[in-house]
């Protein structure tokens, strides 16, 4: 046989066995998949050039050529591609991409064929083929130079740049091994057809150059691996725990640098040849636990007390196997610290368990959880989620979060919901604030089985490493709550009428009452007035005047009920000034001392300058008036026999700060008294109209409840303070005014 046939044999062998070596390393990595591809063409080329090489006629050498010109006018796509990849740049992208990086090589394929070849010629014992000197000549020659020469620039830019020693070596090797057989290939195909000399094309042989060179690139410095095998023993020496090989009888043959720290040399050098359990100083019992664990065909642990030269606790792995690549049996041991063990075995729990609880808390959780990846689409979709909404988890994963929510939209456009949901989370996601990640958001959708929820999310993003983050949001079915609130409001605007009418209903009775008994004492008086003027019983002015007197007190006190209504239901616009509260407290001191009993002592200390609200006319003085008032008989006519007579009614003036919905600030007047006191079941009715503790005809039962009208007008507040036979505090709160005062009535 023909010696480069045979040498075309080999080197396809070569190009697949390099193929599958790459492949083998990494399937998913792009690069080593492309290296397949390029050694998949290479070993195409190889084997067709052994055909050609051993053709007897121009025809059988015409018909291999024509048959496999693809693989060598591609193989410099593949190479350019594949010097992209491995200096670090970004690969083609797209048809438009590969079809500028392969069209060429197709292009000059179809163009060789037809156009290139003259014909075949007996060159150096083989047939080959002739193509013309001329401009098409010279076309191919640069496009395989300017594919090469920049493949070759970009190696040469990713070796400056390199800052490991061991990737500037695997650039070096490609970048020679490249040169090398494309500067034979260039003497070989080019040069020495075109000088006429009696020479064969084996450019297929010099690429095997380069092929041997990615060879030992992957070999020596783990190019297309992340575990070189040169590098072995760096990595091992790196490891923290203690490694040892041994030889079949104990002996040590090689540690790492924590294996030689841990005996107490200072290089491993000095460890070889001696026993493992001398070496370490491993006696007593443990000493034969170890050279049984030696001995063990099967994985053996002991653990150690003392060991080595710190005299720490550790933990002794032996596992004794034979190595493949040499008749030896030996063992490798390694030495484990046991409180290290012990701390990364907790941490490790308490990952398995943190990730244990939330698998749990995910899926029995009646609330929905979803969990999205940085680029929005469904990583986690829980067991609520398929309840409530109807879509399986199979269906969510994987999809974006705002196609599916937009999907499950009750109304609108989904094709702009999705958009606009897609930027909003784009745009939390990359860190901006949106008001939707602060605050619950409640939206409603129609579940699969076209049933419409009402649905309440808190979203937020999650903080991950290499500064990106994942969107995580609790999902609640709110349609039974809000189906429930409905119902309660319903309910409550039904009880609420169902008040209206009955306070209707006691205002209406207690009118009639009031009215009824006035007016049967005016009736009375007046038939008593009428029967005894007609007899003749009244003969002087006197008697008539005391009976028109009666009369008259009753009408007043019929007035009077009806002037206290008008202010209990008024609705129309105030005219408020601000009005002086210690002008108030005087006038309304001063008004209602010859009413109170002698007994009755109000102590009023003057009230701040400063202290000014808002009221209409006197009203400010009728609230004064009524709780005074109500606090001379407190302490008097409400007493029970045999109690002390009368008391003292002390009236406090002070500001107090405004809440978070209301003023800055008010100023409460404070009315004490040392009366009878009011019960609870009393204090929740006495601001009712007509609702009275007094005997009856002593009070209308409206004088608390038109203090407490008018305080509610202006915005204030009315509190209670009181227990049986302890008296009671009434607390009228007023907003603040700040203006300045106006002279005039209850002003100063």
């Known amino acids: 046989m023909k010696l480069f046939p045979l040498l075309s044999i080999l080197a396809c062998l070569f190009y697949l066995d390099s193929g599958f070596r790459v492949l083998s390393r990494d399937r998913g990595a792009r690069l080593n998949r492309l290296v397949f ?36 006018h591609l193989f410099f796509g593949f190479a350019l591609h594949f010097c992209i990849l491995a200096a670090g740049r970004r690969g083609p992208r797209g048809f438009a991409g590969h079809l500028l990086l392969y069209g060429p090589g197709l292009f000059l394929t179809v163009f060789t064929n037809l156009y290139r070849i003259e014909g075949f010629l007996f060159r150096g014992g083989y047939w080959m083929p002739v193509y013309k000197q001329d401009f098409s000549n010279y076309l191919f020659i640069a496009y395989y130079a300017s594919f090469l020469g920049a493949g070759m620039l970009l190696l040469l830019k990713a070796r400056a740049r390199a800052a490991s020693l061991v990737a500037r070596r695997r650039l070096e090797i490609m970048l020679g091994t490249i040169a090398v057989s494309t500067v034979f290939g260039f003497l070989s195909d080019s040069l020495a057809p075109a000088l006429g000399l009696d020479f064969p094309q084996l450019g297929i042989l010099w690429i095997a150059i380069w092929a041997a060179g990615l060879r030992v690139a992957m070999v020596r410095y783990g190019f297309f691996s992340p575990f070189p095998r040169a590098a072995a023993k760096e990595i091992v020496d790196a490891i923290e725990e203690s490694f040892f090989y041994l030889d079949d009888v104990g002996q040590v043959r090689w540690a790492n640098r924590s294996g030689a720290r841990a005996a107490g040399v200072a290089d491993e050098a000095a460890l070889r040849g001696k026993s493992f359990v001398e070496a370490l100083g491993i006696g007593g019992g443990a000493r034969e636990a170890v050279l049984a664990a030696l001995a063990s065909e099967s994985p053996t642990t002991v653990e150690l ?101 937009a999907n499950l939209a009750a109304s609108g456009d989904r094709d702009e919901l999705a958009a606009a949901l897609q930027a909003s989370i784009a745009g939390a996601l990359a860190g901006e604030s949106r008001e939707w990640t602060r605050r619950a958001a409640e939206y409603r959708i129609h579940t699969r089985a076209g049933e419409e929820r009402c649905l309440q999310a808190s979203t937020f993003a999650v903080p991950v490493s290499g500064g990106r983050k994942l969107m995580a949001a609790v999902i609640r079915d709110a349609t039974q709550q809000k189906r429930a609130e409905a119902e309660a409001l319903e309910e409550l605007r039904r009880l609420d009428n169902a008040q209206k009418m009955e306070a209707v209903g006691t205002l209406a009775a207690g009118l009639a009452h009031d009215f009824n008994n006035i007016l049967t004492g005016v009736l009375g008086t007046v038939s008593l007035l009428k029967l005894n003027v007609e007899d003749g019983t009244y003969r002087e002015p006197r008697e008539l005047l005391e009976g028109l007197g009666l009369v008259e007190t009753s009408s007043v006190r019929a007035v009077d009920i009806a002037r206290q209504l008008l202010d209990l239901t008024r609705r129309h616009p105030s005219e408020l000034k601000p009005v002086s509260v210690a002008a108030a407290l005087a006038r309304a001191v001063e008004l209602t001392r010859n009413s109170l009993d002698p007994a009755v002592a109000v102590e009023a200390p003057a009230a701040p300058p400063e ?16 709780l005074l008032l109500n606090a001379g008989e407190a302490m008097t006519t409400m007493r029970p026999p045999g109690e002390p007579w009368g008391g003292a009614v002390r009236i406090r003036v002070e500001r107090r700060p405004g809440g978070r919905n209301g003023p800055e600030s008010y100023w409460m007047l404070s009315i004490r008294d040392e009366g009878v006191g009011i019960g609870s079941d009393v204090t929740a009715r006495i601001f009712d109209p007509f609702y009275t503790t007094k005997d009856s005809g002593k009070s209308t039962g409206l004088g608390l409840s038109i203090v407490y009208n008018i305080v509610k007008r202006r915005g204030g507040l009315v509190e209670v303070d009181s227990r049986p036979g302890a008296g009671a505090e009434f607390r009228i709160l007023l907003p603040a005014h700040e203006a300045t005062r106006e002279p005039g009535r209850g002003s100063s």
């Open 37 to 72: 591809a390029l050694d998949l063409d290479l070993a195409l080329w190889a084997f067709a050039a052994a055909f050609i090489y051993a053709a007897p006629d121009p025809a059988g050498s015409r018909a291999w050529n024509l048959l496999f010109a693809p693989t060598w």
């Open 305 to 405: 007390a003392g060991f080595g030269a710190g005299g720490g606790a550790a933990e002794l792995t032996a596992r004794s196997f034979r190595l493949a690549e040499a008749p030896l049996a030996g063992s490798i041991v390694t030495v484990r610290d046991q409180s290290e063990l012990e701390k990364r075995l907790v941490a490790e729990s308490r990952l398995a368990d943190a990730g244990r609880i939330f698998d749990a808390f995910t899926e029995n959780s009646l609330d929905g959880i979803i969990l999205t990846d940085p680029e929005g689409r469904v990583a986690r979709w829980s067991l609520a989620m398929e309840e409530i909404t109807g879509v399986p988890a199979s269906e969510a994963v994987g999809r974006p979060v705002w196609e599916i929510q």
């Open 611 to 626: 202290a000014v609200v808002l009221a209409e006319g006197s009203e400010l003085e009728r609230i004064l008036i009524n």
